[in-house]
């Protein structure tokens, strides 16, 4: 069972049988990048971060990113030694075998798809707010929003449903679907508004900058108050933490980009080191410009205490930036540029689908992936005659997003995200070791740098910051795998095509490839 291993040459001659289309160069693939990592932490998250960090969420920002920018190093290797889809799950079926690729795999089904319902939770409060602000009209608050979970129970005073998540989730899904190159296209023009709104947005709030705002600088601590989970710097760490896998959602592109061996880790590392630039300015504008202190101490962000304390400080006419569900917007909004505060808003609401959209595709691949080896029904991976795209994954994938999104808040799915994220990040960073070891020889295009200083850290890094998750989000993985484990022995164990001994390359054979598969034009 655990000694199912997919060869790496088998895995790209399966790649080459029944492959997608190549389209993608580095800016294109970089672009990628940066569309889904800038964005969901900032334009969505950093009320959230405010919440259970206060001003030190910067340190956070730099907790999460260094975590990620070790964990890419081991991206990059991988990616560029395998240039196909299926990001961590093709990776660990090559070194680890396929009990654990499936676990990774369904963990990146949670990491995906939850992440890109967040983000459709974050897109719907710009949404609400612009329009408030241009016309005055307000959807009745029980459309706006959904309901609180917690494990006493569903609290529907905050909501029912969150229709406008809802809207804008399907109509990425619809988009995706009619090509990965048109998307790819339509990505690169909102990268570029939203590159220019969050300009703009630390143009006008640094020169404001009032440094009595960065004080209490830590009120949670660095681990929350006593009795708590999930708070404090490096609690916000963990939640923030999906907002820099864009990165992972290039390396599932590899096998859509054109000379992978090197594009692939350009657009990892690159997008990485832009956006953490801009995490940083944005968030010390934020912070300077209005402040960014907790309800209460101890109080988790979506939480129905959390509600409680924000209704109580609205009804007073006061609104901080922790309860702002359009954070950026808000902040220039107080500090007297309204019609700013607007363009944010509408850059929010033109780029923030962006981001939905690089996480649906890096969710619909992995399906993708394990349904050509068999280990999800085959079917999933029809590629539309004319679109070029895998439509049926993609379109089952879009409603299960806007599901949840018009569900559950965007804290909690943030978390939730993240849970599957580290698992995954987690079994990259061991794969690297243990392939270096088991083949030292096979061509390396990227190399990471003192791997065995690198992946450690990565290692360590994200089992630090997933058992500083909210209680919540931490039993969600092993629920989630043991459901998948379930599917996996009723289904994929029998309609595995290693398990059936249907693999077309080996790597002992006389003909099998020694380099990964060249680049097609």
Same mark, same amino acid.
């Not at 990774?104 to 798809?113: D, H, T």
């Given at each position: 069972?655990?000694?199912?291993?997919?060869?790496?040459?088998?895995?790209?001659?399966?790649?080459?049988?029944?492959?997608?289309?190549?389209?993608?160069?580095?800016?294109?693939l970089?672009?990628l990048?940066v569309?889904?990592?800038i964005?969901?932490? =900032?334009?969505?998250l950093?009320?959230?971060?405010?919440?259970?960090?206060?001003?030190?969420?910067?340190?956070?920002?730099?907790?999460?990113?260094?975590?990620?920018a070790?964990?890419?190093?081991?991206?990059?290797?991988?990616?560029?030694?395998?240039?196909? @889809?299926?990001?961590a799950?093709?990776?660990?079926y090559?070194?680890?075998?396929?009990?654990?690729?499936?676990?990774?795999?369904?963990?990146?089904?949670?990491?995906?798809?939850?992440?890109?319902?967040?983000?459709s939770?974050?897109?719907?409060? *710009?949404?609400m707010?612009?329009?408030?602000?241009?016309?005055?009209?307000?959807?009745?608050?029980?459309l706006?929003a959904?309901p609180?979970?917690?494990?006493?129970?569903?609290?529907?005073s905050?909501?029912?449903?969150?229709?406008?998540?809802?809207?804008?989730?399907?109509?990425?899904?619809?988009?995706?679907?009619?090509?990965?190159?048109?998307?790819?296209?339509?990505?690169?023009?909102?990268?570029?508004?939203?590159?220019?709104?969050?300009?703009?947005?630390?143009?006008?709030?640094?020169?404001?900058?009032?440094?009595?705002?960065?004080?209490?600088f830590?009120?949670?601590?660095?681990?929350? $108050?006593?009795?708590?989970?999930?708070?404090?710097?490096v609690?916000?760490?963990?939640s923030i933490?999906?907002?820099y896998?864009?990165?992972?959602?290039?390396s599932?592109?590899?096998e859509e980009?054109?000379?992978?061996?090197?594009?692939?880790?350009?657009?990892?590392?690159?997008?990485?080191?832009?956006?953490?630039?801009f995490?940083?300015?944005?968030? /010390?504008?934020?912070?300077? /410009?209005?402040?960014?202190?907790?309800?209460?101490?101890?109080?988790?962000p979506?939480?129905?205490?959390?509600?409680?304390?924000?209704s109580?400080?609205?009804?007073?006419? @006061?609104?901080?930036?922790?309860?702002s569900?359009?954070?950026?917007?808000?902040?220039?909004?107080?500090?007297?540029?309204?019609?700013?505060?607007?363009?944010?808003?509408?850059?929010?609401?033109l780029?923030?689908?962006?981001?939905?959209?690089?996480?649906?595709?890096?969710?619909?691949?992995?399906?993708?992936?394990?349904?050509?080896?068999?280990?999800?029904?085959?079917?999933l991976?029809?590629?539309?005659?004319?679109?070029?795209?895998?439509?049926?994954?993609?379109?089952?994938?879009?409603?299960?997003?806007?599901?949840?999104?018009?569900?559950?808040?965007?804290?909690?799915?943030?978390?939730?995200?993240n @849970?599957?994220?580290?698992?995954?990040?987690?079994?990259?960073?061991?794969a690297?070791? =243990?392939?270096?070891?088991?083949?030292p020889k096979?061509?390396? $295009?990227?190399?990471?740098?003192?791997?065995? %200083?690198?992946?450690?850290?990565?290692?360590?890094?994200?089992?630090?910051?997933?058992?500083?998750?909210?209680?919540?989000?931490?039993?969600?993985?092993?629920?989630?795998?043991?459901?998948g484990?379930v599917?996996?022995?009723?289904?994929? *164990?029998?309609? @595995?095509? %290693?398990?059936?001994?249907? =693999?077309?390359?080996?790597e002992?054979?006389?003909?099998?490839?020694?380099?990964? %598969?060249?680049?097609?034009?």
């Amino acid at each position: 069972m655990f000694g199912r291993v997919k060869p790496l040459d088998a895995i790209l001659a399966t790649a080459e049988k029944k492959s997608l289309h190549r389209s993608l160069g580095p800016v294109q693939l970089t672009l990628l990048g940066v569309g889904a990592i800038i964005g969901t932490g =900032i334009f969505v998250l950093t009320a959230a971060a405010a919440q259970k960090a206060g001003p030190g969420m910067m340190w956070s920002f730099v907790i999460a990113g260094a975590v990620c920018a070790v964990a890419a190093l081991c991206y990059s290797e991988l990616a560029s030694m395998v240039p196909v @889809s299926g990001s961590a799950y093709t990776y660990s079926y090559a070194v680890v075998g396929e009990v654990l690729a499936w676990m990774v795999g369904w963990a990146l089904i949670l990491e995906y798809a939850v992440a890109a319902s967040a983000v459709s939770v974050g897109w719907s409060g *710009y949404f609400m707010g612009l329009l408030k602000s241009l016309t005055g009209f307000e959807l009745p608050a029980m459309l706006a929003a959904g309901p609180t979970w917690s494990l006493t129970g569903v609290d529907f005073s905050s909501g029912i449903i969150n229709v406008p998540a809802v809207v804008v989730a399907l109509a990425v899904t619809f988009l995706l679907m009619l090509g990965t190159k048109e998307s790819a296209t339509f990505n690169a023009i909102l990268v570029a508004i939203k590159v220019a709104a969050l300009t703009m947005f630390v143009i006008l709030a640094l020169p404001v900058l009032n440094t009595e705002h960065f004080a209490p600088f830590a009120p949670n601590g660095w681990f929350g $108050p006593a009795g708590t989970s999930g708070l404090g710097i490096v609690g916000a760490a963990s939640s923030i933490f999906f907002a820099y896998v864009g990165f992972d959602a290039v390396s599932t592109a590899a096998e859509e980009t054109k000379n992978p061996q090197r594009n692939v880790p350009i657009g990892l590392i690159g997008s990485l080191a832009l956006c953490t630039v801009f995490y940083l300015l944005v968030a /010390a504008g934020a912070i300077g /410009a209005i402040g960014a202190q907790p309800t209460a101490l101890g109080t988790q962000p979506g939480s129905a205490e959390f509600a409680a304390q924000c209704s109580a400080l609205a009804a007073k006419g @006061s609104q901080p930036l922790v309860c702002s569900q359009e954070a950026l917007a808000h902040v220039l909004r107080a500090i007297n540029y309204t019609r700013a505060g607007d363009l944010i808003g509408l850059a929010a609401n033109l780029a923030l689908p962006s981001v939905i959209l690089m996480m649906l595709y890096g969710q619909t691949r992995i399906f993708f992936v394990m349904a050509r080896d068999g280990l999800l029904p085959e079917k999933l991976a029809t590629i539309h005659p004319k679109w070029k795209t895998p439509h049926i994954v993609t379109l089952i994938t879009g409603v299960f997003v806007a599901i949840a999104a018009a569900l559950l808040p965007v804290g909690q799915l943030a978390d939730i995200s993240n @849970s599957g994220t580290l698992f995954a990040f987690f079994m990259v960073s061991v794969a690297v070791l =243990i392939l270096r070891v088991r083949d030292p020889k096979r061509h390396r $295009p990227f190399r990471a740098p003192l791997v065995w %200083v690198v992946a450690p850290i990565a290692i360590i890094g994200c089992v630090t910051l997933f058992f500083n998750l909210p209680v919540e989000a931490m039993l969600v993985l092993p629920i989630w795998g043991g459901i998948g484990l379930v599917f996996y022995f009723v289904y994929g *164990y029998r309609k @595995s095509h %290693v398990g059936q001994g249907r =693999i077309e390359v080996h790597e002992d054979d006389e003909d099998a490839p020694g380099q990964p %598969v060249p680049p097609i034009s």
